[in-house]
T-cell receptor, first 109, second 114 residues
């Protein structure tokens, strides 16, 4: 079965602290994984996709096929990073996305 | 950049009535669009795939007669919630697939059934 799991509903850190938002997946085949961010009252925005291997706003994520994980990391959290983060898996070659439960990141001053 | 727009952003309707939500791709053509439902503080649940010029493909457990999807043009998909009930109250989000590569999301539509 195709599934994305984000075990933490809420992650609260202080400004400047490192952040790791966990994501594990279950997929038979080569997965395409994404991180989306949803700031308060705004639409979902693409943050990262594993195939591009880029760093956006200081966030990085590495696909670990052995551990079936795609954790999102940032070395120094900023207050403006406070948002809802969703890990998502693309199903096949379609635009259909399977989302994790989401993790609220709260960065305290 | 590419934009996907939903209308209305908020709608309140009476129980038993039907309500339509539109999803438009503003600067690209989308042969496929997707409709999601999001409950407060929960994840997005895919409801259906909207295919231009053909029937929508519904996910398991989603009532096709309840949630009518029409994708009459390459830039517009509509979701009609028929005979709405309070439990249909939710945040509905659409997305559009640009050339099978990048997926863009609409801003979402809040539906409240009273």
């Amino acid at each position: 079965a195709q599934r994305v799991t984000q075990p933490e509903k809420l992650l609260s850190v202080f400004k400047g602290a490192p952040v790791e938002l966990k994501c594990n997946y279950s997929y038979s085949g080569s997965p395409e994984l994404f991180w989306y961010v949803q700031y308060s009252r705004q639409r979902l925005q693409l943050l990262l996709r594993h195939i591009s291997r880029e760093s956006i706003k200081g966030f990085t994520a590495d696909l670990n096929k052995g551990e079936t994980s795609f954790h999102l990391k940032k070395p120094f959290a900023q207050e403006e990073d406070s948002a809802m983060y969703y890990c998502a898996l693309r199903s096949g070659n379609t635009g259909k996305l399977i989302f994790g439960q989401g993790t609220t990141l709260q960065v305290k001053p | 950049g590419a934009v996907v727009s939903q209308h209305p952003s908020r709608v309140i309707c009476k129980s038993g009535t039907s309500v339509k939500i539109e999803c438009r791709s503003l600067d690209f053509q989308a042969t496929t669009m997707f409709w999601y439902r999001q409950f407060p503080k929960q994840s997005l649940m895919l409801m259906a795939t909207s295919n231009e010029g053909s029937k929508a493909t519904y996910e398991q457990g989603v009532e096709k007669d309840k949630f009518l999807i029409n994708h009459a043009s390459l830039t517009l998909s509509t979701l009609t919630v028929t005979s709405a009930h309070p439990e249909d109250s939710s945040f509905y989000i659409c997305s559009a697939d640009r050339s099978g590569n990048t997926i863009y999301f609409g801003e979402g539509s809040w539906l409240t059934v009273v």
